[in-house]
């Protein structure tokens, strides 16, 4: 186990902001498939796998801009709030969309941190595109596409997360 805390920074993110991010990730990712170039049906993927449960939001907005209709989950667990512990495949994706290797399928996850689910899941898939919306260095080897990197410092801190909350006035009482 590690101790993740105490991060220096915090970078919040919108719904607004991620629906645009994974957008961005959508057409960068389009016609890059072994299925083919320009025009290709789903830009040249088989199929998005998302990266439960965090690359479950990004995964449908990639797949929808891509027009995508097989869509498959892995879930892998590894951390308990910001403390990290050793990664597991939880549940795994349907064999037969998976084939024997990965090739031609697209594994969206909403951020690389240290790179150990995409580590387990690279060897499980090593033909597969591993694509995140953000990206810190210890983990962008492990990515081949993303969107916004941050530091490593930082901690992501994403909408399904937060809510709306009252906050004081810059100038409030005393
Ligand atoms: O690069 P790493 O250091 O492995 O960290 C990145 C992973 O950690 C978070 O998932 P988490 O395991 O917390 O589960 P969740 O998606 O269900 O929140 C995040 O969604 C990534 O999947
Ligand atoms: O920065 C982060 N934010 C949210 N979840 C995470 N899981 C690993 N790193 C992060
Ligand atoms: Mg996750």
Redesign the pocket.
């Known amino acids: 186990m590690t101790d993740r805390l105490p991060h220096e920074k915090g970078f919040h993110v919108s719904w607004d902001q991620i629906h645009r991010d994974a957008r961005a990730l959508a057409w960068r990712l389009d016609g890059q498939g072994p299925g083919g170039s320009d025009g290709a049906a789903g830009g040249g993927w088989r199929a998005v796998v998302a ?5 479950m939001a990004p995964a449908m907005i990639v797949s929808r801009e891509l027009d995508i209709r097989v869509v498959d989950t892995i879930s ?4 308990d709030h910001q403390t ?1 512990a050793e ?1 597991r495949v939880i549940k795994a994706p349907q064999a037969e969309i998976m084939g024997a290797d990965g090739e031609g399928v697209l594994v969206v ?10 580590e387990l899941v690279r060897r499980l898939y090593p033909k597969a595109h591993f694509a995140t919306v953000y990206a810190k260095p210890q ?1 962008r080897e ?1 990515v081949d596409t993303f969107i916004t990197e941050v530091s490593q410092d930082t901690w992501i801190f994403f909408p399904w997360d937060m809510a709306l909350q009252y906050v004081e006035p810059f100038r409030g009482k005393d």
């Open positions: 990266i439960t449960r965090g690359g892998v667990k590894s951390y990290q990664p996850d909403d951020l690389v941190d240290t790179g150990k689910t995409l983990g492990m």
